[in-house]
């Protein structure tokens, strides 16, 4: 009988003992995570309480991640107030991303051509889809004057990367302009006829070539271009 008494007793004290195995190595983790100086934070959870116990792996059911939960954003009971979202543990409102961007579930995107939130926020575009002032739009549906090029609607008239056709680069300081890349000088001793001019020579003015200063002065002369 006394044996079985001590086995009782022992039974009851295990049973009372915090288990800190498991937890205590989550907190440590959990800690790191979402403290700069996690030392306080894991030193109390040697000793089942403070932040990890609050609202972290240690509490019943599990915690918050303090660097995203709005209601739990950079301290335990912390709550981002008017629909705020929660990055890098500080409370964001709508109004704290940059210009043309929206917050969208803590995340600051253009919501005229993020085609994850096209127009507002959570709006996906279906596969192949782009997203144009705000709208998703199919391979034709691109607004007047834009082509489709590689999943974005571009201007082929003035695109650089996308000049006269989808993936024609233009030179390093180069523009574009009329779907034609143009170098912005010549070098010395020649002149630029640029494009735009009609005429026998309008082939030369369309591809903006460099002529030297005599054929220029010539060209000017015979057929009225205006090369400079």
């Not at 990055?87 to 961007?101: E, F, H, I, L, P």
Request: with cysteine.
């Amino acid at each position: 009988m006394k044996g079985l008494l001590i086995l009782a007793s022992l039974a009851v004290a295990v049973t009372a003992a915090p288990q800190s195995g498991n937890s205590n190595s989550d907190c440590a983790q959990w800690c790191a995570a979402n403290f700069p100086q996690p030392g306080s934070c894991t030193s109390q959870a040697t000793q089942n309480k403070g932040p990890c116990y609050d609202c972290g792996p240690g509490k019943s059911p599990p915690g918050a991640n303090l660097m995203t939960d709005p209601k739990n954003c950079g301290a335990c009971g912390n709550p981002c107030t008017g629909g705020g979202s929660c990055v890098a543990g500080k409370c964001q409102t709508q109004n704290q991303c940059s210009d043309g961007q929206n917050n969208c579930a803590g995340q600051c995107v253009n919501t005229m051509t993020d085609v994850n939130n096209c127009g507002t926020c959570g709006t996906k575009c279906s596969n192949g889809q782009t997203c144009s002032n705000g709208k998703c739009q199919t391979q034709n549906q691109c607004s007047g004057g834009q082509n489709n090029c590689a999943g974005q609607c571009v201007n082929t008239m003035t695109d650089v990367n996308n000049c006269g056709t989808c993936g024609t680069k233009c030179d390093t300081g180069a523009t574009c302009s009329n779907g034609w890349c143009q170098t912005p000088t010549c070098t010395d001793g020649k002149t630029k006829c640029p494009t735009g001019h009609p005429g026998p020579l309008s082939l030369i003015n369309v591809f903006d070539l460099c002529v030297r200063d005599l054929v220029a002065m010539l060209l000017n002369l015979a057929f009225e271009t205006t090369c400079w």
